[in-house]
């Protein structure tokens, strides 16, 4: 069925409790004609008038499943294998939709910054029972999944967005952890997948926010670790200079000695935040910078747009012990050209094989 219409509610633009780099940050909801909301951010008030919008009925998510030797949580969500897949420019659905132009899921004429529910969510709030399976533990996928559309440029990166809407990023996440750990989300990922050979279907420069109803496995371990005292600003500290790419207000970019990707950067505090809401405008206006110059190195490292993999770590809801908010970014390529495959032993052992030692690679990005 496909209705047609304004969209069921609007809330005008507000101001939020906390902007970037000295600059407010406005949020306005809008509800999709298919119900499901649509958030602009920006340094102004947005307020545009919606354009009519066509939806279609939309499915609640999948199922996860437990897998006994490994002991993590997987996701099964069938609906997805019918997502937007490399659409041509005329039909980018994320980009402002325009008078008599096809439906996008950015019902305005133009945008600072926007944050919609994913029509194709793995994880949603209304997930349904599953199946029964023996001696196999089944649960509903609930949770939340939306996408991060980082302007209204078909084009573009986290670099040539610029400063100021990387600050509004910044403070539209800090909303988002707010009301993702308020609605009951245990752990909130916000992330980003960049180029082909990461398997992006979509090149209209976005990210995504997944909020999982329990802490996954990864992160698990990494709670558990900070619990037990691992201490990641004496690993700053003993990184710093030589795996070092830079440091500004208080935050540190460096080649971790550990990494397991080629050319992996974190970014971090050097004093222990537990999640960006912790930092100082400072420390912020300093992400925001860095976020951009980690993707600019790369890009020019690698001769041209880089498949990279970046996600914030942060604490679950409630806080945890000890714990050191990152951001990591895992690029794809170990060479201009030349992709770091992960192949039968990373993926049968979690064992990874790095081509490049971390501190030829700290040397090179410096070197950018």
Request: hydrophobic share 40%; with cysteine.
């Amino acid at each position: 069925m496909v209705r047609k219409g304004r969209g069921a509610r609007m809330r005008e633009p507000f101001q939020l409790a906390r902007g970037v780099g000295g600059n407010p940050v406005y949020r306005r909801e809008h509800i999709k004609a298919d119900g499901r909301i649509l958030r602009l951010y920006g340094n102004a008030p947005h307020t545009l008038r919606p354009l009519p919008e066509a939806a279609d009925d939309l499915p609640h998510g999948g199922e996860i499943r437990h897998h006994p030797l490994r002991d993590e949580w997987n996701v099964y969500a069938a609906h997805r294998q019918n997502r937007t897949f490399k659409p041509s420019a005329a039909d980018d659905p994320l980009a402002p939709m325009k008078p008599g132009g096809p439906t996008t899921e950015i019902p305005f004429e133009n945008f600072e910054l926007a944050i919609f529910d994913n029509k194709f969510a793995a994880f949603h709030p209304q997930a349904g029972s599953s199946a029964a399976l023996d001696g196999i533990a089944v649960e509903p996928a609930r949770g939340k999944c939306e996408v991060v559309v980082y302007g209204p440029e078909a084009a573009g990166s986290l670099y040539t967005i610029g400063q100021d809407r990387r600050r509004v990023l910044l403070g539209a996440l800090l909303d988002r952890y707010e009301s993702l750990f308020a609605s009951g989300c245990e752990y909130v990922l916000p992330f980003e997948n960049r180029g082909d050979e990461v398997g992006v279907t979509l090149h209209h420069p976005h990210g995504q926010i997944y909020g999982f109803e329990r802490t996954p496995l990864v992160q698990q371990r990494a709670v558990n670790a900070f619990a037990e005292g691992y201490d990641l600003s004496a690993e700053i500290a003993a990184a710093m200079p030589d795996y070092g790419i830079g440091e500004e207000g208080g935050i540190a970019a460096f080649v971790p000695r550990f990494a397991r990707f080629p050319y992996e950067i974190w970014l971090a505090p050097h004093a222990r935040r537990e999640g960006p809401w912790d930092c100082s405008d400072e420390e912020l206006d300093a992400l925001a910078h860095m976020l951009g110059d980690v993707t600019r190195r790369y890009d020019t490292l690698f001769k041209g747009s880089a498949a990279t993999m970046m996600a914030f770590h942060a604490a679950p809801a409630g806080g945890s012990t000890g714990y050191h908010f990152t951001v990591q970014f895992y690029p794809l390529l170990r060479a201009p050209g030349r992709i770091k495959y992960l192949a039968s032993v990373e993926q049968h052992t979690g064992v990874f094989t790095v081509d490049v030692m971390p501190e030829d690679a700290a040397k090179a990005l410096r070197d950018v």
